[in-house]
């Protein structure tokens, strides 16, 4: 495991009309390329969502997700699946660091693992997933290539809040993507996380503020 620098913000703090309120405290997971870190990064920068990503978490050695956390000064751990017995010990070691950095919200970017209810139960109702379909249809690993195979006519994505059922938590906000006569799984996929990097900003400010109304 590793572990850089003590938490820090990823943008001053916004200006917006919101200011009164304390700024969401991210805890980001990713496996993979990380844009989606970076989309809610840049909202961060550009005063669309008062928050700070207080850290990532990643679970696979030199991932573009990691390199992204350098150039915006995230704090970043590496917690490898495949030193963990189990995946109770990968959560525990998960929401133990989490802790430490004081999150509050748990935002699942390309987090390519089953979590268990140690997570869950840790942060009920504040871990949110973005997954490329438009749920119910298409839950689990390959929904582009499942709606493709399928041959739907639109596609798109899903961001929910994550419960033990893979995929099956309450629908937050959805993005539609047209699919066209010629399109690829690469193709497809990459018109489908351009509204993923749309909607996953919004919907965490969104999942926020209802929690806020509640309060």
């Known amino acids: 495991m590793s572990a850089e620098a003590a938490p820090s913000l990823v943008s001053p703090v916004s200006t917006s009309r919101h200011s009164f ?6 805890g980001i997971m990713a496996s993979g390329n990380g844009s989606n870190l970076e989309s809610i990064a840049q909202a961060i ?4 969502l008062q928050a700070r990503i207080q850290v990532l978490l990643y679970n696979k050695p ?10 915006w000064e995230i704090p970043k751990h590496l917690l490898n699946h495949k030193e963990f ?8 070691a998960i929401v133990a660091l989490l802790h430490q950095y004081q999150v509050d919200w748990v935002i699942m970017a390309g987090w390519m693992r089953i ?24 839950p689990g690993v390959r929904a582009v290539e499942q709606a493709l195979a399928a041959g739907v006519k639109i596609a798109g994505c899903t961001v929910h809040y994550v ?20 399109d690829t799984p690469e193709t497809l996929h990459q018109r489908i996380q351009e509204q993923e990097h749309r909607i996953y900003p919004q919907a965490i ?6 929690v806020r109304s509640v309060d």
């Open 163 to 182: 419960i033990p059922e893979v995929d099956s938590g309450s629908i937050l906000m959805q993005a539609a993507v047209p699919v066209l006569e010629n």
């Open 62 to 71: 030199d991932i573009q997700a990691a390199e992204r956390a350098d150039r």
């Open 85 to 92: 017995a189990s995946r109770e010990a990968l959560d525990e």
């Open 45 to 48: 920068a550009d005063h669309q």
């Open 205 to 210: 400010g969104l999942a926020a503020s209802q």
């Open 115 to 138: 979590v268990t209810p140690v997570l869950i139960e840790a942060f009920p109702h504040r871990i949110l997933n973005i997954h490329p379909s438009l749920l119910p249809s298409f």
């Open 21 to 26: 309120e304390a700024p969401l405290r991210l």
